[in-house]
């Protein structure tokens, strides 16, 4: 209580001489009851300054648990969006693979069509020796070979023509060799198989043979 008193008379100076003792009573009681309030003003004050903490405490709380709901929103949207596109992509995939398929099995389709008209064609060549004879069926079988060069001609297949021309390897295949009688040396004097090419691309070499000099030439 001394002390107290002491410490309140240091901040609030008063005159005690020149007071009645109920003066001096009331005076230092007016000096507890401003250093008691003093006291409690700064008390609230660090109360105040409590609570500011704790509110902003739980308001960075909520604010950091909004922004992680917001990413697990995100990660979830992200995942259903991966998920969508790999099934769209495996999707194309398959259809892209069956299209691959059938153009395999099927991509020869108009061809065979052409070719089956020409082998109508050949069947009936029989009737035609007996009805009207082997010069009639020698006609009718030109007409056919004329059929199907056109059937090649249109799906892009093309019979080499490769007599007197230089040797190919990308074109022919040597199977015999020749004396050169009316063609140069070292060129094609024969064809013994036929080549064909598809599109400027060879699918069968032409079987040939090559023009050497002999010892009389």
């Not at 991509?107 to 065979?112: K, R, T, W």
Request: net charge negative; proline share 3%.
């Amino acid at each position: 209580m001394a002390v107290r008193f002491l410490t309140a008379t240091r901040r609030y100076p008063i005159d005690l001489c020149g007071l009645t003792p109920r003066a001096v009573t009331r005076s230092v009681v007016g000096l507890f009851s401003t250093a008691a309030e003093h006291r409690s003003a700064g008390d609230d004050c660090q109360g105040d300054d409590g609570d500011d903490d704790h509110c902003h405490s739980v308001t960075h709380f909520r604010t950091l648990e909004l922004r992680a709901r917001k990413l697990e929103e995100q990660v979830h949207d992200l995942t259903e969006r991966y998920k969508r596109a790999q099934a769209d992509s495996d999707n194309v995939r398959r259809r892209t693979q069956k299209f691959v398929e059938d153009a395999k099995i099927f991509g020869i389709q108009s061809f065979c069509r052409d070719i089956v008209e020409v082998a109508d064609l050949l069947e009936k060549s029989a009737e035609v020796e007996e009805r009207d004879g082997v010069q009639q069926l020698t006609q009718y079988l030109t007409h056919i070979q004329g059929r199907l060069q056109g059937v090649f001609t249109k799906h892009g297949l093309e019979k080499m023509s490769p007599v007197g021309a230089a040797y190919d390897p990308y074109q022919h295949e040597i199977v015999c060799h020749t004396p050169a009688e009316g063609v140069e040396p070292g060129t094609i004097a024969v064809v013994k198989q036929d080549g064909y090419m598809l599109h400027g691309r060879t699918i069968r070499h032409a079987h040939v043979g090559i023009a050497v000099k002999t010892q009389e030439q």
